[in-house]
Structure formats: structure tokens, C-alpha cells
């Protein structure tokens, strides 16, 4: 079985930066795509960022230029560097891990971690 553990939410002001972490553990393989989705309250979970094992990023419109994703896959972790928030980042921010085996794709999702920008 594969668990993600997330932790670096809180409360940030706005123009605050916040740093998400995302460790995964279990039967991954060195193969996938790590990422981080958000659901803002009465709103759809949305892609906010992607990183290939290889290192290929994907961002969301509304956070490129301000978040930056990154991972160590000695460590089998994700990172979420959030800078310059913004009150409508306010979501609770999902890990997420992909894998592709012989053509069926697998997600894997963490538990959330709250991310709250206001003043």
C-alpha cells in the first residue's frame, strides 16, 4: 500500500509565502508524477502543480510565477514552495501520486493540509 503524509499548512497573510511537504511511502515505483491539487470550500479540487520523476513541472495559471514544485526522490518526497499567496490559495491542499502500470494508472491521495492566507 502506498500513504502520503503532507504537513506545512497554517494560517499566512497575504504576500506570505508557505512551504507544503508531501512524503510518500509503500510500494512506489521510481516511475510516476507527484503533485498537489487544492479544494477551496464549494468549489472542485483543481490541479495546482506537477513534477515527473524525471522532473517535468506543470503549473495552473493561477500560480505560475508564485509556486515552485520540486521533489527528492531519494527521499521519495514533493515539495510546494508558496510564495506571494494570495487569499483566493485559501484551499485545503491535497498530495497526490501517480503511477502508470502496464496501462492502468493508479492514484494515490494524501489526507490534506489546510493553507488559510488572510489578514
Known amino acids: 500500500q502506498v500513504q502520503l503524509v503532507e504537513s506545512g499548512g497554517g494560517l499566512v497573510q497575504p504576500g506570505g509565502s508557505l512551504r507544503l511537504s508531501c512524503a510518500a511511502s509503500g510500494s512506489i515505483f521510481s516511475i510516476n508524477t507527484m503533485g498537489w491539487y487544492r479544494q477551496a470550500p464549494g468549489k472542485q479540487r483543481e490541479l495546482v502543480a506537477t513534477i515527473t520523476s524525471d522532473g517535468s513541472t506543470n503549473y495552473a495559471d493561477s500560480v505560475k510565477g508564485r509556486f515552485t514544485i520540486s521533489r527528492d526522490n531519494a527521499k521519495n518526497t514533493v515539495y510546494l514552495q508558496m510564495n506571494s499567496l494570495k487569499p483566493e490559495d485559501t484551499a485545503v491542499y491535497y498530495c497526490?501520486?501517480?503511477?502508470?502500470?502496464?496501462?492502468?494508472?493508479?492514484?494515490?491521495w494524501g489526507q490534506g493540509t489546510h493553507v488559510t492566507v488572510s489578514s
Open positions: 497526490n501520486l501517480r503511477i502508470v502500470r502496464r496501462g492502468i494508472t493508479y492514484n494515490y
